[in-house]
C-alpha cells in the first residue's frame, strides 16, 4: 500500500504529467467557451433556461442535466482543474528543497561522475588554476572556489535567485486556485436598488442611502462619469459619507458598493448598486501578482551554471547546463573555452558534448 | 498619420522579402530602417489619436489592432537588434502588415473615428490590460513568424541565407518568455478592473476563456522547452497555435459569440 502512494505521489509530482494537465485544462476551457452558461444571478436562470429550450429543444434538459451549461462549476472542469492544482501541489513539494538550495546558494558541488553527465562540457589541457579563475571571474559573477583534495573547484553563476521565481510561479498558481475556490464558496453579492434618494436601504450589516446623483457629460452630450452621493448608515447613525463611481466602489467593514446602473424616472432617480463581500479576492490578486513575477524571472532570467573542475591530470574541465537557451549557452561556453586557451595557449578546444 | 505609417511597414516588408530573395547587406539595413521609421510614425499616429481623444488611444477594437500592430513591429525591432538578423523581418512584419490592414481597412470610417468612452472604460486597469495584452499578443505574433521560418528551415536544410534551425529556435523561445509576463499582467489588471467595473474578477466569458487558453498555450510552451526538453517541431507548432489563440481572442470570440447566441461583456 505504501509503495503504491509512493508511486502515485511520484506519478502527479512528474512534470509531464503537470504539462498534461496543462493541455486538457485549455482544451476544457475552449470547450466551455462554446457552450451557453447560465447567468451568474440565481433570479434570471428560470427566464435563461426557457429561452435555453426554445433554443436547443430537447436538447437543452441532457445539457442541463449533464453540468454544461454551468460547465465551468462543473467536474467536467474542475476535474482536470483539481488534478493540476494536486499535480502543481506535489511537483513544488517534491522539488523545494532542492530549488530554495540552489535559489539560496547552497549549491553542493558535483562529483566528478555528475559533471561528466552534464549536458555541456569541454576538457582544456592545463592544470592552469590562474587561466580558470581569470576565465571565469572575468565576466560579471561571482566566482566560488572550493578545494577539495589538492583539486579546486570554481563556478561561476547567473539568475540564480531566478530559481525561487518557479516557487513563486507555482505558489502562485495554488493560491489562485485556493482563492478562486474561497471566493465561490463564502463570496456574496446582493443587488441594491435605491428609488427613493433620502431614503434608508438595508445591505445586510448595514444600510445605503441615496443622497445626490450626478452625471458628468463629454462636450457631445455623452456621459463621461456617474456618481452616486452615498451615506452609510449603522444603526441609523451615518457612519461614513461616500460618492461611489463606476470603477471606484465604496467600501465599508469588508463590503464593495459597486455603482452598476441608473434608471432616471419622474419620481426621482432609480439607482442600482452591488453590495460585494469577496473575501478571496486579494488571495487571488497576490497569487496573480506572484504568478506573473514568478513566470516572468522563470523563463526570462534563465539559471546557468558553469563549473571549472581542476583535475590531477592536468586537465581543465569546463560544464554547465542552464534553465534557458541551451544552444546560447553551448555557444557561450565555447567563448569561455576559447578565453581559458588564449590565458595558457593550449590546442583550440573541443566543440561541446552534449550527451544528453 | 496612420496610413503613411503603414506605408513605411509595407515598404519595410518588401524590402525584407527583398533582402530574403538577394542577401544584400544594405538591404536589410534599408529595411530595417524603414521598420524604425514605421514604428515611430505609428506611434505619433496613435499619440496624436490620443490627444485628439483626450484619453488613452486603448479602449476600440479598432485600437487595440493598430496596437497589436506597432507591438509586433516593436518586439520584431527589439530581436533584429538582439539578434542581427534581419532575414527573421521577411517572416514577422508580414504580420504586423496583416494587423495592421486589418485595423486600416477593416473597419467603417464611423467606427475609426476617435470617441469619447463610456465612464466603465475609464480606468488605469483597463489601459495597463490592454497595453500589456498588447504587448503580449504583439510578442507571440514575432514567435509564430519566427516558428514559420523555422518550419521552412526545416523542410529545407540546404537553404542559403537562413540562420541555423537552433538560433531560429532560441529566437522563438525568448521572444515567447519575453511576451509571457505581459500576458499575465494583462490577465492580472484585467481581473482588477473587471472586480472594480462589474464585481467579478472573472466570469468565464468567452474573451475571458480564449484568454486563458492562449495564456495556458505559451505556459505549455515555456514548460515544455525549459523543463521537459521539447525542441523542433513541437516548439514551432506551439508558438504558431498559440498565435491562433490570440486571433481567435482578439477577433474570433466577437465572431462566435454573435454566431452561438452567446453573452459577453467585452462588446465595446
Request: with cysteine.
Amino acid at each position: 500500500m505504501k509503495g503504491i502512494l509512493r508511486q502515485a505521489w511520484h506519478y502527479w509530482g512528474r512534470l509531464g504529467v503537470a504539462t498534461w494537465l496543462l493541455v486538457g485544462l485549455a482544451l476544457m476551457t475552449a470547450l466551455g467557451s462554446l457552450l451557453p452558461q447560465l447567468p451568474p444571478n440565481p433570479a434570471a436562470h428560470a427566464g435563461w433556461l426557457r429561452a435555453a429550450e426554445d433554443k436547443f429543444g430537447p436538447l437543452a434538459r441532457v445539457m442541463r442535466a449533464s453540468g454544461l451549461f454551468s460547465f465551468f462549476r462543473s467536474p467536467w472542469f474542475w476535474a482536470p482543474a483539481g488534478a493540476l492544482t494536486l499535480s502543481l501541489f506535489i511537483c513544488t513539494l517534491i522539488r523545494f528543497r532542492t530549488v530554495w538550495r540552489i535559489g539560496t546558494g547552497r549549491v553542493r558541488r558535483p562529483t566528478s561522475e555528475e559533471l561528466s553527465r552534464y549536458r555541456y562540457q569541454v576538457r582544456i589541457r592545463t592544470a592552469d588554476l590562474a587561466a580558470a579563475r581569470a576565465v571565469l571571474s572575468g565576466g560579471r559573477f561571482r566566482t566560488r572556489e572550493t578545494p577539495v583534495k589538492g583539486r579546486i573547484v570554481l563556478l561561476d553563476e547567473r539568475n540564480r535567485l531566478a530559481r525561487l521565481g518557479t516557487l513563486a510561479m507555482h505558489l502562485g498558481l495554488l493560491l489562485l486556485l485556493v482563492g478562486a475556490t474561497i471566493s465561490g464558496l463564502a463570496g456574496r453579492r446582493k443587488s441594491v436598488i435605491i428609488s427613493r434618494p433620502g431614503e434608508p436601504v438595508s445591505v445586510g450589516p448595514f444600510a445605503v442611502r441615496l443622497d445626490g446623483w450626478h452625471v458628468d457629460t463629454y462636450p457631445d452630450g455623452s456621459p463621461a462619469d456617474y456618481r452616486a452621493d452615498v451615506a452609510i448608515l449603522q444603526d441609523g447613525r451615518v457612519v461614513r459619507e461616500a460618492p461611489i463611481r463606476v470603477n471606484h466602489p465604496g467600501r465599508y467593514r469588508g463590503v464593495s458598493l459597486l455603482l452598476m446602473g441608473h434608471t432616471p424616472s419622474a419620481g426621482g432617480d432609480r439607482v442600482e448598486l452591488l453590495a460585494l463581500h469577496d473575501p478571496g479576492y486579494l488571495l487571488v490578486i497576490a497569487a496573480g501578482v506572484l504568478l506573473t513575477a514568478g513566470v516572468g524571472t522563470t523563463f526570462y532570467l534563465p539559471h546557468e551554471q558553469m563549473w571549472a573542475w581542476m583535475a590531477d591530470d592536468g586537465t581543465m574541465t569546463l560544464a554547465g547546463r542552464t534553465t534557458g537557451n541551451q544552444a546560447g549557452f553551448a555557444r557561450r561556453l565555447m567563448r569561455l573555452a576559447e578565453r581559458a586557451r588564449q590565458h595558457v595557449g593550449t590546442d583550440p578546444p573541443s566543440p561541446p558534448q552534449a550527451d544528453s | 498619420m496612420l496610413n503613411i505609417g503603414f506605408d513605411a511597414l509595407l515598404a519595410a516588408t518588401l524590402l525584407y522579402l527583398a533582402y530574403l530573395a538577394w542577401q544584400r547587406l544594405w538591404l536589410g539595413q534599408v529595411a530595417a530602417a524603414a521598420a524604425g521609421l514605421a514604428l515611430l510614425v505609428l506611434a505619433a499616429g496613435l499619440v496624436l489619436r490620443g490627444v485628439a481623444a483626450g484619453r488613452w488611444p486603448l479602449t476600440s477594437h479598432f485600437e487595440f489592432a493598430l496596437l497589436f500592430g506597432w507591438a509586433t513591429l516593436a518586439a520584431y525591432l527589439l530581436l533584429e537588434r538582439a539578434t542581427r538578423q534581419p532575414v527573421f523581418g521577411a517572416f514577422v512584419t508580414p504580420l504586423a502588415v496583416g494587423m495592421l490592414s486589418y485595423a486600416l481597412l477593416g473597419f467603417p470610417s464611423a467606427e475609426r473615428v476617435a470617441r469619447p468612452v463610456s465612464p466603465v472604460l475609464r480606468s488605469v486597469w483597463l489601459e495597463i490590460h490592454v497595453l500589456s495584452a498588447a504587448l503580449g499578443y504583439g510578442a507571440g505574433a514575432v514567435a509564430a513568424g519566427m516558428s514559420v521560418l523555422f518550419l521552412v528551415r526545416e523542410r529545407r536544410p540546404q537553404a542559403e541565407g537562413l540562420p541555423a534551425a537552433e538560433i531560429i529556435e532560441a529566437a522563438t523561445r525568448q521572444t515567447v518568455a519575453a511576451g509571457f509576463p505581459f500576458l499575465s499582467l494583462a490577465l492580472l489588471a484585467g481581473a482588477i478592473w473587471a472586480q472594480t467595473a462589474w464585481g467579478h474578477y472573472w466570469g468565464w466569458e468567452p474573451k475571458e476563456c480564449w484568454a486563458l487558453v492562449t495564456w495556458l498555450v505559451y505556459l505549455v510552451f515555456l514548460h515544455g522547452s525549459a523543463l521537459r526538453g521539447w525542441r523542433g517541431r513541437r516548439l514551432a507548432w506551439l508558438a504558431l497555435l498559440g498565435f491562433a489563440c490570440t486571433l481567435m481572442t482578439f477577433v474570433g470570440v466577437d465572431w462566435l459569440v454573435e454566431a452561438a447566441r452567446l453573452e459577453s461583456l467585452h462588446v465595446f
